[in-house]
């Protein structure tokens, strides 16, 4: 499974350096510090729906385009990579079993984090 968040943050990355903006730019477009767009920008913090579409408003650029899966990019989901090595039924199961828990728990927690940050006010 590819990491969502992190192909986002690279697709950011990629136009904020054909557009020759910096960082700081974004911040200020996005009313918030240099240090949660960083974060944003290395895929330890999630990007929500709503600074997404911010985020390709001050970019001049469809939501499509922050979005978009490249042809060279590599499936780095360790359970599909063991997948090809098992040889048993069993094993194989266990690894579906494990990869379906393991993106529930994840679904979870970024409902949960998108909520709080859903949650807090709106500054106009």
């Known amino acids: 499974m590819l990491n969502v968040n992190s192909m986002i943050a690279a697709n950011i990355v990629a136009i904020l350096k054909q557009q020759n903006r910096k960082q700081i730019d974004l911040a ?3 009313q ?3 240090q949660t767009i960083s974060k944003m920008l290395n895929g330890s913090r999630m990007i929500n729906a709503v600074e997404l ?3 390709a408003e001050f970019l001049g650029v469809k939501m499509e385009e922050l979005t978009k899966v490249h042809e060279n990019s590599v499936d780095t989901d360790i359970v599909h990579a063991f997948m ?3 040889e048993s039924e069993e094993a194989k199961e266990a690894l579906h079993i494990a990869d379906r ?3 529930m ?3 979870h ?4 984090e998108n909520g709080m940050a859903m949650m807090e006010p709106w500054e106009e």
Do not use: E
């Not at 927690?109 to 949960?112: F, N, P, W």
């Open 105 to 107: 728990i994840l679904f």
């Open 101 to 103: 828990l393991s993106d």
């Open 109 to 112: 927690s970024r409902v949960r």
């Open 28 to 30: 200020d477009a996005l």
């Open 84 to 86: 090809g090595k098992v």
């Open 53 to 55: 579409k911010h985020i």
């Open 32 to 34: 918030t510090n240099k």
